[in-house]
């Protein structure tokens, strides 16, 4: 049996695996109040930095002086033949990835955009990479339809799979929200394009510029979307959450390492 880790600068997640018919009391708990908590509204800020859209034909934007500062960084990724979340049994696939997180993730239920890029080789620059992605404009969603399950997955590498958590091959936009507060604070509640289709999906680099400044490199991105986002069935609700019409996301960040 193969483990997979996610990791990301200074922080190791994982998480509890069950059955969709045996929903866990805790996610049944939190999860409605997730749901509940999520602000469809735009208030403008004055930042420059800032994602807009139509989500469930209603106007959102969040700018980053107000839900918290945008972030651009590399994680790494890879199985084991562990069968548990460890890191000390043998890697057999080891891959990066990148993120840009729109909003602060670590406040108690504040909501915010996610956008993950395809994954790409560990041996491969990651700068080399973006200057790839970038000279393509328009990219494809990754939705329910493009989960590959490897022959001989167990059933836990199965449910991670299907959560996002497999080799991403193209983007996949998540709104993700985290509990603090609670005695198991700390897990990141996800609505995302992968678990339902993704047809008509699309995302754009209207505009990209790499600059390199005293303190790193920085990205200047216009992004326009669209998308659809949907429930992950471990939490007890399925299907369709809202269609994300109409995004646009300026920003300007700092690539995290560089």
Partial sequence: MRALIVLFPFILFSSCLNEPDDINPYFAEIYPIVLEDINI?????????????????MEFCHYEDIVGAFDFS???????ASPNMSTSGSVIQARKGL?????????????????NFPDFESNFDVVD???SIFMLSNHDIMGMEDI????????????LIESGSGYLNN?????NSKDS???TGGIVFSISTIFGSQEGSFLRFSEVKKTFEVDGIYYNMIIEFQCD??????????????????????????????
Avoid: M
């Avoid at 997180?101 to 915010?112: A, P, R, Y």
């Avoid at 809202?242 to 960040?253: D, P």
């Fill in 41 to 57: 509204t735009c208030t403008q800020g004055e930042s420059d930095n800032y994602i807009a859209a139509q989500i469930k034909s």
């Fill in 74 to 80: 590399p994680v790494s990724k890879f199985s084991t």
């Fill in 99 to 115: 993120v840009l997180t729109l909003g602060d993730e670590n406040t108690h239920l504040n909501e915010h955009f996610v956008i």
């Fill in 129 to 131: 990479y973006l200057d």
């Fill in 148 to 159: 590959q399950i490897p022959a001989g997955a167990s059933n836990d590498e199965i449910i």
């Fill in 171 to 175: 983007f996949l936009i998540e709104i």
């Fill in 181 to 183: 507060v609670t005695e």
């Fill in 229 to 258: 986002l949907y429930h992950w069935p471990q939490y007890g609700y399925e299907g369709l959450w809202g269609s994300v019409r109409e995004g646009r996301i300026h920003a300007h960040v700092k690539l995290r390492g560089t």
